[in-house]
């Protein structure tokens, strides 16, 4: 299941995050492991690996698509319900439905930003000021990997923070956090994203002030061939930085 780097990934994810933790021990202890696999020579090693074809590639490009928010979402390592380590690679200007999207997470997790520049605002609910915005509670399908949005009403949201992450930033989030990220720079941004915790959330919450979304969003996966592809560029990507 792994070559050395993909069996160190998992053994360093193992070592430090396997076990009960409380939400605020485990964001410090998924933070130092972003950091550390998110070093830009360890996590190059380890994409070149798995672009070799070791690890996963079947499952892993199961679960990698491009994401509505304009990013390619790219799995490297699936611990189940413990850990979903990522690869995210964010294309300036590109988006589609929900780019304007703020939004939670069903676990905890924290992002290394290897590459670039992400930009990010944090927000909270607010009954009476603040802009204006549509509530959806996000769920996945039944028997698929879509989508699925409910229309839960109006809400009003405040804006908290406003914060950019140059290359050898990392940040760490709570599973209820509403926020929304986007590459901050002209070119590509590569950040490695940890979601944590066997505890996850039923559902998300999302509000756009974009206008109404469809009730259901395709998420089409990867062939394991474009998976691996993808794997290739970003590893020649990461020797270029």
Known sequence: MGGRQVLAARQ????????????HERMAAARSVVAELGSPDRLLELIAELASGEGDPHGCARLSYRHVLGFDKLLLIDDGPRHMLRAHLWHPGRGAIGKEDIHNHRSPLASCVVRG?????????DGNDGI???RYQESLADGSADWLLESTGPARLRLTQVAEYAAGS???LPAHTLHRAWCDTAEPTVTLFLETGAGRRRHTDVF????????????????????LSELD???????GS
Do not use: N, W
């Not at 360093?12 to 409380?22: C, H, M, V, Y």
């Not at 520049?117 to 609910?125: F, G, Q, S, W």
């Not at 002030?209 to 998976?227: I, N, Q, S």
């Open 132 to 134: 204006e915005a549509a």
């Open 12 to 23: 360093l994810l193992a070592e430090t995050l396997d076990g009960e933790l409380p939400e």
């Open 117 to 125: 520049r992400l930009a990010m605002e944090l927000y909270a609910p």
């Open 208 to 227: 756009t002030a974009a206008g109404p979304h469809p009730g259901t969003v395709p998420k089409v996966p990867l062939e394991v061939d474009d998976y």
């Open 233 to 239: 560029a970003l590893a020649e990507l990461l020797r």
């Open 170 to 172: 990392t940040y760490a």
